[in-house]
Nanobody
Framework: QVRLVESGGGLVQAGGSLRLSCTASGGAFSSYAMAWFRQAPGKEREFVSGIGWNGDSTHYADSVKGRFTISRDNAKKMVYLEMNSLKVEDTTVYYC?????????????????WGQGTQVTVSS
């Protein structure tokens, strides 16, 4: 069974930066795409960014393009989300997810395993 644990969330002022990390255990991490999603209370889970199995391909939601950068280290079984120029509207819980295939998809149902989430709060 794959277990994903996020870390790095916290409180930051608008314009600031945070780096989220996701550590995976169990399973074949390097064979699957990884992604970050976020979900605000009462809203659907939203795709933020994804990275292909070998790190060569990435994809970003329009709302974070140019501000966020996703990366992965298959040897360490970790995926990262560098978040810069944070905005108040980025405030929510962020989730790490492991895909069912090696290529990036944006639909939550296409991800098999999820972390417990980490809270990001951006103050004005």
């Amino acid at each position: 069974q794959v277990r994903l644990v996020e870390s790095g969330g916290g409180l930051v002022q608008a314009g600031g930066s945070l780096r989220l990390s996701c550590t995976a255990s169990g399973g074949a991490f390097s064979s699957y795409a990884m992604a970050w999603f976020r979900q605000a209370p009462g809203k659907e889970r939203e795709f933020v960014s994804g990275i292909g199995w070998n790190g060569d391909s990435t994809h970003y939601a329009d709302s974070v393009k140019g501000r966020f950068t996703i990366s992965r280290d298959n040897a360490k079984k970790m995926v990262y989300l560098e978040m810069n120029s944070l905005k108040v509207e980025d405030t929510t819980v962020y989730y790490c997810a492991q895909g069912r295939v090696g290529t990036i998809t944006t639909a939550p149902w296409s991800y098999a395993f999820w972390g417990q989430g980490t809270q990001v709060t951006v103050s004005s």
